[in-house]
């Protein structure tokens, strides 16, 4: 079989643009591996978030969210559907609504080279994503899976393209609180691993709602260095308002988060250390919301985990109102 030996040459090559410069920190030629960029309009929209920090921290407190990022791991689960909550967790659970998956599987044809996921991965990407957010008590359910064999859609979804645009038109579900996973190949953009639009997008265009993602970075896929699901989590982090580390720069106020250091660019691999700004901190390279590879990324912090519980409220309708 020429084809899967070819995708491999492929996928070699385009790792070795996402990450041109791994060890040394001091990353030049910066490929863009993930596309969500936050415009004018979303650095007014957070600005808005954080004046109103204030009136929104009450309705938190009312939540009784706690100490977020030290809650205690739980036991591993089999199954994100069936993810049990901590003691905390469990109050939380009565006031907010669970955030239901549908994960939208285009493929070119039906084996692994071509797109096609089990769905014994797709649970385990979404187990991940379960994981990291349960710090901030959020919940999934991964309700449905589609296997959509469209090769044109496969090669060509990218950011703002028809094929994206008819793909999502066509298999959109949900309400905002609703995550739309696409997995596709990426091949007309090579070197981007993923993209997402953020919470206050939905409002003008809820059907463009949702994260897509290269399918060869889900655990266990052979995306180099980013094949363990740390992408899909990255880009859910958009999804809940997240920007990225290195949003800004060095000036303030970056990515408003501010138990964030700042960061001049993103980082690649995974270095020893790294500094690029002289504010305190140095940077956060082993934060989900940077670039570094997979296995570099830990954590998103306290910050984060407020800022998007605060954001989902505000605009994904994440409280249950009775
Ligand atoms: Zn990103």
């Known amino acids: 079989m020429l084809l899967p030996f070819i995708l491999t040459a492929f996928l070699g090559a385009t790792a070795a643009l996402a990450a041109p410069q791994a ?125 959509i064999y469209n090769a044109d859609w496969f090669n060509n979804v990218a950011p703002g393209s028809p094929q994206e645009k008819a793909l999502k038109t066509q298999y959109r579900h949900g309400d905002e609180l609703t995550l739309n996973i696409y997995s596709v190949g990426l091949v007309s953009t090579p070197g981007l691993l993923g993209y997402s639009t953020f919470p206050w997008n939905f409002a003008d265009d809820p059907h463009n709602d949702g994260i897509v993602i290269h399918y060869a970075t889900v655990p266990g896929g052979d995306y180099p260095h980013y094949d363990e699901g740390a992408v899909a989590v990255h880009e859910v982090g958009h999804w809940v308002g997240l920007l990225h580390t290195f949003q800004g720069g060095c000036s303030q106020p970056g990515d408003f988060v501010s138990d964030t250091p700042a960061e001049s660019t993103p980082a690649f691999g995974c270095p020893k250390y790294r500094n690029t700004c002289a504010s305190t901190g140095s940077d956060p390279i082993h934060n989900f919301m940077d670039y570094t590879y997979d296995k570099c990324k830990t954590h998103l912090t306290k910050g984060q985990l407020w800022r998007l519980v605060k954001i989902l409220k505000i605009f994904r309708k994440l409280i249950r109102h009775h």
């Open 23 to 147: 060890d040394d920190g001091n990353t030049t030629n910066l490929q863009p591996i993930c596309a969500t960029n936050a415009n004018p309009h979303d650095i007014a929209v957070i600005e808005q978030v954080v004046e109103n920090d204030k009136t929104t921290m009450k309705d938190l407190e009312d939540l009784e969210l706690g100490d977020l990022s030290d809650e205690e791991e739980d036991e591993d689960v089999d199954d994100a559907a069936h993810y049990n909550p901590n003691h905390m967790c469990k109050k939380i659970y009565k006031k907010i609504r669970t955030i239901k998956i549908h994960w939208h599987n285009v493929a070119a044809n039906n084996t692994r080279e071509g797109g096609y996921l089990k769905k014994k991965v797709i649970l385990k990407q979404v187990k991940y994503i379960q994981k990291i957010y349960k710090k901030a008590c959020l919940r999934f359910y991964l309700k449905g899976v589609n296997h």
